[in-house]
Each structure stands twice: as C-alpha cells, then as structure tokens.
C-alpha cells in the first residue's frame, strides 16, 4: 500500500522528501484449527507534507487502498486498514 500511496501522491504532483513517507505495518494472526492465519493487516502512515499539499494528500488517502493491488488481492479473506499521522511543514 506504501507504493500505490506514493505512486498516487505523484500522480498529484505532491513531491515528498525520502523520509518524509514512512509507515509501520503489523499483521495479526489467529489460530484457526490449529494454523496460524493472517487475518488483519494495520497500516500506520506518517507523512511531513508542505501544508499547501493536504486536500491533495487526503485525496490520496481516500482512494489508494482501493486501488491497491496487493489489498484487492487480500479482499474478503485479510481486512486491511490504515491510518495516517501527517505533519504539514
């Protein structure tokens, strides 16, 4: 999901810097007739944006986990979520 939220804030023209795009991931398991399986997936961005940029950001966010190829693929068996800490500078 990080690169599809980075591809669409280019597709916006919103130019971050290296480390102003960082997100922690944790996935949790159940135990389902003995078997561990993935069934939640947290995504926890935290962008620095130039506060011009926000409605551009917030755009981004809304759309990009639906257009997330790896999140359609996990669709109905893996929830996913996110949520983003944003700075603007």
């Known amino acids: 999901m990080l690169g599809t939220l980075n591809g669409a804030l280019e597709v916006r023209q919103v130019k971050l810097a290296s480390d102003a795009l960082q997100c922690d991931v944790q996935g949790i398991n159940?135990?389902?007739d003995g078997l561990p399986v993935l069934t939640e997936i947290r995504v926890a961005y935290r962008l620095r944006i130039p506060a011009a940029a926000r409605e551009s950001v917030?755009?981004?966010l809304a759309?990009?986990?639906e257009k997330c190829p790896t999140?359609?693929?996990l669709k109905g068996a893996v929830a996913v979520s996110w949520t983003a800490e944003i700075t603007e500078e």
Do not use: F, G, L
């Open 30 to 32: 159940e135990v389902r």
């Open 58 to 60: 917030d755009r981004a």
């Open 63 to 65: 759309k990009h986990q």
């Open 71 to 73: 999140a359609a693929s």
